[in-house]
């Protein structure tokens, strides 16, 4: 029988995926009781003033709430001076700073890794919010610290209408048939497109645990990107064979189709469309996350073997792959990987999301070169073992 997991309050992943997964809400109490107490409200307000963190400092006039603000990071002590009662401080990727709560992703491995996002937080005193919204984005909302409540109302989609002369795309009204007051460790999972209304009821912080999805705008951005990368595409096409005067204004029907078909012909036979969609989703979404690495060596691997470490992955990067006639291709950080067959099976592993123990089953003199080219490159961490 399939498992039952706590953090969906004891139904089983497939269960989730087939009536919940972008459908419809779901409030599980005590999900997640190991996110209390990783960060405080104090860890929240120092990051968000540390250089290169993504933050966004959100205020409602005293005068009249409906007025807001926003201020995006780079983020100042003076822009916390002359506060309003309401305000809300939204940090993002804190899993690159935390590794207690990147940890916490693999409560959710029944998702790929390459639908991941980042984990954001959101800080508040009570009466703060971000308004009543949607997004086109699947979320776990966590309660890490103090309450929040939470209400939900209807649908809404591209049509929407939002209220004029904001900076946030705010709703006028939520038709609310939901309301409910989390408390550190409940989760409330939030499908694409479903109004959410989420204010804290005392100081408080809540974790969003975002999913993503590329658009399409996005992707044929990338092909065309690569397209035109291709020297030998850059030659000018053989003409049409013409067997008939036409009217010199006019592409005719044939002509216009001979010039899609070679377009069509490029999509269909290339490998070049899988190759920038791996590159995109494996492309880090904060680059500036990732820590310059310690030089390290072959020698200074073989050494460090069976001396209780183990090899994960780096927070801030993306590590992905694709099975072809066979073959693993590994993508890291949006570039291909070239890496030896022996190492391609260990690597998995912690593409999978599972730690790799630096022991005597990695002694290969290639295996080891790859290692120290991915710490090298900051794609993959060495920690002692304990601290997993
Ligand atoms: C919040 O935590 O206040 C905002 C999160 C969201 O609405 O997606
Ligand atoms: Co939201």
Redesign the pocket.
């Known amino acids: 029988m399939a498992q039952t997991l706590d953090v969906l309050g004891g139904i089983t992943a497939e269960q989730f995926l087939a009536e919940y997964w972008q459908k419809k809400p779901l409030l599980v109490r005590n999900a997640l009781p190991e996110i209390a107490g990783i960060l405080e409200p104090n860890d929240v307000m120092e990051l968000a003033l540390e250089d290169n963190v993504t933050a966004r400092l959100i205020k409602q006039k005293d005068r009249d709430p409906n007025q807001w603000s926003v201020k995006s990071s780079p983020l100042l002590k003076a822009d916390f001076q002359k506060m309003p009662k309401l305000w809300?401080l939204?940090v993002q990727a804190v899993d690159h700073y935390s590794f207690d709560l990147s940890e916490l992703w693999k409560k959710f491995s029944f998702i790929p890794q390459w639908r991941r996002d980042d984990i954001?937080v959101?800080y508040?005193q009570k009466g703060g919010?971000?308004g009543k919204?949607f997004?086109f984005y699947d979320?776990f909302?966590v309660q890490g610290y103090g309450h929040?409540r939470w209400q939900l109302g209807q649908m809404c989609d591209a049509e929407t209408e939002f209220v004029a002369g904001q900076p946030l795309r705010l709703l006028p009204d939520m038709d609310v048939h939901f309301d409910e007051v989390l408390a550190p460790g409940d989760l409330l999972y939030?499908p694409p497109g479903l109004s959410?209304y989420?204010v804290a009821e005392d100081e408080c912080l809540?974790f969003?645990f975002g999913f993503r999805m590329p658009n399409v705008s996005e992707m044929m951005d990338r092909v065309a990107d690569k397209f035109s990368d291709d020297q030998l595409l850059k030659n000018p096409l053989t003409d049409i064979i013409r067997d008939q005067i036409s009217s010199i204004g006019q592409i005719t029907e044939n002509e216009i189709g001979y010039l899609k078909e070679k377009l069509f012909e490029q999509l269909h036979n290339s490998t070049v469309i899988e190759y920038a969609i791996m590159s995109l989703m494996s492309e880090p979404k904060y680059p500036d996350n990732i820590p310059e690495a310690e030089e390290i060596g072959t020698g200074d691997l073989e050494e460090a073997l069976d001396q209780g470490y183990q090899l994960i992955l780096e927070p801030a990067s993306r590590l992905l792959y694709t099975e072809q006639d066979g073959d693993i291709l590994f993508w890291a950080n949006g570039e291909g990987l070239c890496i030896s067959d022996e190492f391609a099976t260990h690597l998995k592993i912690i593409a999978d999301g599972q730690a790799l123990a630096l022991d005597e089953n990695l002694y290969d003199a290639d295996i080891l070169e790859d290692i120290a080219m991915l710490l090298n490159e900051s794609v993959l961490m060495l920690v002692p073992t304990e601290s997993e």
Do not use: F, K, N, P
């Open positions: 809300t939204l954001m959101s508040a919010s971000v919204h997004d979320v909302l929040r939030v959410h989420g809540t969003s």
